[in-house]
């Protein structure tokens, strides 16, 4: 079982940075991939970034890419999600994940099995 809580939300304006932590307890956290998802109103929950146990293999959705960067710390079991120059469209409830399989790496929903509670963006214009 894996427990995670983010934090770090809130709300900026346009070009302006945020960045979200997200906090694991429980199974071995350095043999599990993160990823984070974020959710718009009315959209369904999208792929944002993730990181697989090592840090080696980074994969970004490509509307962040060159903007925001995803890292973890093992020793902490805490998981990054630096977001820079944001835009209002970046505007949602980000979400961290685990897969229930260790060293298995997807950037898919379905490949996750535990989620935390959300914590919601908001950029204005």
């Known amino acids: 079982q894996v427990q995670l809580v983010e934090s770090g939300g809130g709300l900026v304006q346009a070009g302006g940075s945020l960045r979200l932590s997200c906090a694991a307890t429980?199974?071995?956290?350095?043999?599990?991939?993160m990823g984070w998802f974020r959710q718009a109103p009315e959209k369904e929950r999208e792929f944002v970034a993730a990181?697989?146990?090592?840090?080696?293999?980074?994969s970004y959705v490509d509307s962040v890419k060159g903007r925001f960067t995803i890292s973890r710390d093992n020793a902490k079991k805490t998981v990054f999600l630096q977001m820079n120059n944001m835009k209002p469209e970046d505007t949602a409830v980000y979400y961290c994940?685990?897969?229930?399989?260790?060293?298995?790496?997807?950037?898919?929903?379905?490949?996750?099995?535990?989620w935390g509670q959300g914590t919601q963006v908001t950029v204005s214009s």
């Open positions: 994940a685990a897969p229930g399989t260790q060293f298995y790496y997807s950037t898919r929903k379905s490949g996750y099995d535990y």
């Open positions: 990181i697989n146990w090592s840090g080696a293999t980074i």
């Open positions: 429980g199974r071995t956290f350095s043999s599990l991939a």
